[in-house]
């Protein structure tokens, strides 16, 4: 009996990705449930378990764009017993026949699979790379050491192992060789950007997207912080962050104002009742965007959970697929990189998104008064076809409103 290995489904906005990397080889007795390779989206990397058990017949190799659905290979269970067989007959082999080497084999330590993708895509020899992980293992953050080293630097650090004989350095093959008068280095885009880049195109081209602008006075929501944080990361085990102030705020602002809480499917509108908001995530590879769900119902501190929760599982690739689906609504804070006003970009099927900017102290009039108060630009980009202008301005307007007197954000239950 045969399985077919397919393409999981991965978003009602994701058609197509790359298959990135096989975890294992053609002929591999695989189980089910076992990652078997890895599939590149412009939202997600994620490893793809093996839908039965038995032995592999791979038929798609690595690299190549594949189709939702799509078949690039088979797990015959009927050579799955033959194949373990003769792997333990080898097994039994290999400990009968002990090494020459007086010296134990060192097994060298397992590589995570946000550093098999990254090796992958840049085709770095991980035998260069020097680990600071445990136990000698290699971590992202030295990947990403490696391929910010000059090239010669590369070459001359790669020493021969004990049982090597030491070799001349040669000419480095793998890193993009810079251009003849050394200005400028040109390198392949990597599947995930390639991925980010054409989705942020359809983003433009397939919306009628326009952005409306207002600021907040963050005065009230930082006195609450710093009267309450103490008291709230002593009982919930978690800091009190803007984030959750402005995701209870924006689930207020699609209650009074639908028309947000929509999309466009073909010919038809769909209204969502419900409130799932995804938060933007910066890591080394692109931006993601986990999903919340059903904001309404949780409280500030399973919000600040819920957001540290993704921000850690991003930055160690472990974001499953059905945690970046469903969003009605996202929320992208490109205040934490300095950014003072900016335009974000539809997260498609969605219809709003808003951005967050940078805290800055600025003098505004209060009342008949000047007085210097911390304020946030805020920018909201949508989708003309869906929401109007009156209704995207009172949208911001009331998200403003919930900030600037968070008493509000009370009332919702």
Avoid at 48 to 74: F, H, R, T, Y
Wanted: with cysteine.
């Amino acid at each position: 009996m045969s399985t077919e290995v397919k393409i999981p489904a991965v978003g009602e906005s994701i058609t197509s990705g790359v298959l990135s990397g096989w975890l294992k080889q053609n002929g591999d007795t695989v189980k089910d449930g076992e990652p078997i390779f890895a599939l590149e989206t412009d939202k997600i990397s994620t490893e793809v378990p093996a839908p039965a058990s038995g032995q592999l017949q791979i038929m798609v190799p690595a690299g190549e764009e594949v189709k939702i659905g799509q078949v690039v290979g088979v797990i015959d269970a009927a050579g799955g017993a033959t194949k373990s067989e003769s792997k333990e007959s080898t097994a039994r082999t290999t400990t009968a026949t002990p090494p020459k080497s007086e010296e134990p084999v060192k097994e060298e330590p397992a590589l995570s699979p946000a550093v098999r993708r990254l090796a992958a895509e840049e085709k770095i020899p991980l035998a260069e790379v020097a680990g600071t992980g445990k136990h000698g293992q290699i971590t992202k953050e030295d990947v990403v050491n490696y391929l910010e080293r000059p090239a010669q630097t590369k070459v001359s650090e790669s020493k021969p192992t004990a049982n090597e004989a030491p070799v001349a350095p040669k000419k480095e093959t793998v890193s993009p060789a810079p251009s003849s008068d050394g200005r400028s280095v040109r390198r392949k885009m990597s599947p995930l950007r390639k991925k980010i880049a054409a989705q942020l195109v359809m983003a433009q081209q397939n919306a009628a997207m326009l952005t409306t602008f207002n600021e907040c006075d963050m005065t009230a929501v930082m006195h609450l912080r710093t009267s309450y944080q103490e008291a709230f990361q002593k009982r919930h085990g978690t800091k009190l962050g803007f984030m959750s102030f402005f995701i209870k705020a924006v689930v207020d602002a699609l209650q009074v104002d639908p028309a947000m809480n929509a999309r466009i499917d073909g010919d038809d509108l769909v209204e969502n009742h419900y409130y799932d908001i995804g938060v933007a995530v910066g890591t080394e590879r692109g931006l993601v965007v986990p999903v919340v769900r059903d904001a309404d119902k949780k409280s500030f501190a399973e919000l600040e959970s819920a957001v540290a929760g993704f921000a850690a599982k991003a930055r160690e690739g472990k974001l499953q697929l059905d945690e970046l689906t469903g969003g009605v609504f996202t929320i992208t804070n490109g205040g934490i990189y300095g950014s003072l006003l900016s335009t974000p970009i539809l997260n498609p099927p969605q219809s709003g998104i808003l951005g967050m900017h940078k805290i800055q102290n600025r003098p505004v009039a209060i009342g008949d008064k000047i007085e210097i108060r911390p304020m946030m630009y805020l920018a909201l980009s949508y989708d003309h076809r869906v929401v109007d202008g009156k209704e995207a301005v009172t949208f911001l307007v009331r998200v403003k409103d919930c900030i600037e007197d968070p008493t509000r954000l009370l009332l919702q239950g």
